[in-house]
């Protein structure tokens, strides 16, 4: 599907995206690559350019997003001040009707217990906190039993530790009920712990689409490479020459020989921080520190290399401190490494090892 806003604006371009039953799918991407509008596009809220949206056996294009039987969660949980935690989460289904009031009441008791939030049925938004409030936003929209959940970086009003909680606590949520659920989010590291798969998009445009860690070890291009994974991948721009057992790389300030297969030619490089390791003698790479910070189980490297002083980042252990100006020389292991064609996608080398989710 795509959508065009205004004549012009392409916003998403033939996304493609099929959604299992009962799965938890994110979708990932920076600003303004067109997650939100695929999310609005899913819900009815927008209008589909082209191609078509299914739920189950319906196409739903014209179907209005009332009758879609989705709940969508947003950010800005919108709570209605006045009511109480009981009153905001009933008030959907007395509206859509059809529900007995102790239908509702059933309801709405059984999804507090699920949420751990009984205790507060009976207060007003105002008293309590936002993870709390979260709670009930999710609460409102379990309680609607949809065949759909869609959600919209609903945990990003949180405080840190309180997001990282609430995203074990969405999971087993959303495990628990089977509900299939589309969640939009702005954060790799979201997008990695919380999806069966992520679907990670840039210029409207569907870069992948597989399981998190398949993502991680074989990005299809460099943009997901850099996008996925944090600190982000290191890219060098490297010439490479065949040997014949093996493959010469050269790049700024380095020289080194791998064990690969690859063609003749130039390509980027990409090496994660958490594949370098520092070497005992001379390694591949001779680097200068820059800046060391100590994140407490390891040390992440601020580092140069070369006469163009090319900036990149090693993941190291914690007991590994040097100074700034130290010397540091770097080594990896050629199965960790990606390369990249010119035009971004990632080459497949005989270095590519069956990943453990196909052993
Ligand atoms: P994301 O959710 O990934 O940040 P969006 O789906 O909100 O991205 O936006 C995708 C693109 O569409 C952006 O370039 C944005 O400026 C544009 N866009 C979003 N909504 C509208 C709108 N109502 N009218 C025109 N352009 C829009």
Known sequence: MGKIYDGN????????????????????????????????????????????????????????????????????????????????????????????????DERVEDTAELLEISDLLEQHPKQLSGGQQQRVALGRAIVRDPDVFLMDEPLSNLDAKLRTQMRTELQRIQEELGVTTVYVTHDQTEAMTMGDRIAILNHGELQQLEPPERCYDRPNNEFVAGFIGSPSMNFFDVDVTATGDGIQVSGSGFETELDLNLDTGSYTLGIRPEDFEVADGDGRLNTVVDVVEPMGSDNFLYLETGPNEIELTARVDSTFRPQRGDSVSLTFDPNDVHFFAPDGTRISTDNDQPLVSEA
Request: charged letters at 25%; one cysteine or more.
């Open 9 to 104: 604006v392409r916003a998403v371009k033939d996304v493609d995206l099929e959604i299992e039953d009962g799965e938890f799918l994110v979708m990932v991407g920076p600003s303004g690559c067109g997650k939100s509008t695929t999310l609005r596009m899913i819900a009815g809220l927008e209008t589909v350019t082209n191609g078509k949206i299914q739920i189950g056996d319906q196409v739903v294009n014209d179907v209005r997003p009332q009758d879609r039987n989705i709940a969508m969660v947003f950010q800005n949980y919108a709570l209605y001040p006045h009511m109480t935690v009981r009153e905001n989460m009933s008030f959907g289904l007395r509206l859509s009707g059809g529900h007995s009031d102790e239908e509702i």
